[in-house]
């Protein structure tokens, strides 16, 4: 059992470049959600989703684009990579409500 | 202020010592969280708690609604034990707000 899948591990891209990070998950969960980790700062959240062709915005949206076209997998671009976006980006999903969620082991992405 | 906080920041301790992470949030919540991350690795889910104490092996999670508050400890703490350990409180649509992390060393 894979549970989430992140793709890829790393990457180093130059700035205005653009990229798609694809999360998977095989647990038939509903919610799936894309977050950002930066150096003393908590985990913030990207976009989400709670169903297959839906999407909203989270806390730091600007510069990401995302999209469900099918319930397993939730993809992340970025247009025009700024170093600003350097982080380590995590994936989750978990079925609705307050249930356990489950992490991708996390995507390393510099922007140089 | 954030919505949630830990303490401390950064805890070393030796094996052996029992160990008390702590949490405060300040929004109504209807879970929280705490997860693991081990360096360079992914996040893990120790435990999701609405009320009360939950126990899991060494580790024991208890939480105070009134106050706002829960506490992670870990007893007879060991090395493989370090880690980043992470706060997180929801409050409907299962939308997490986490707290800063609280790294972890356990020294032999």
């Known amino acids: 059992n894979a549970g989430v899948t992140q793709t890829p591990k790393f990457r180093v891209l130059k700035t205005g470049q653009s990229m798609t990070l694809l999360c998977a998950q095989d647990m038939n969960h509903e919610y799936m959600y894309w977050y950002r980790q930066d150096p003393g700062m908590g985990l913030r959240l990207i976009h989400y989703?709670?169903?297959?062709?839906?999407?909203a915005k989270g806390e730091v949206p600007d510069g990401y684009n995302v999209s469900r076209l099918k319930k397993q997998n939730f993809l992340l671009g970025l247009e025009s990579a700024a170093p600003s976006q350097t982080s380590v980006y995590f994936c989750a999903s978990s079925y609705p409500g307050d249930t356990e969620a489950f992490f991708g082991q996390g995507t390393r992405l510099t922007v140089v | 202020k954030n919505e949630v906080e830990q303490s401390p920041q950064n805890l070393t301790a030796q094996e052996g010592e029992f160990i008390t992470i702590n949490c405060s949030y300040s929004?109504?919540?209807?879970?929280l969280h705490w997860l693991q991350q081990h360096p360079g690795g992914g996040i893990v889910s120790l435990f999701m708690l609405s009320s009360g104490k939950k126990k899991h092996g060494r580790l024991i999670a208890t939480i105070n609604i009134q106050e706002k508050h829960s506490s992670l400890h870990i007893t007879a703490s060991h090395p493989r034990d370090s880690a980043v350990y992470i706060c997180?409180?929801?409050?409907?649509?299962?939308?997490?707000?986490f707290g800063q992390g609280t790294r972890l060393t356990i020294n032999p």
């Open positions: 989703s709670v169903g297959e062709g839906t999407t």
């Open positions: 997180a409180v929801s409050s409907g649509a299962q939308k997490l707000v």
């Open positions: 929004v109504g919540i209807s879970a």
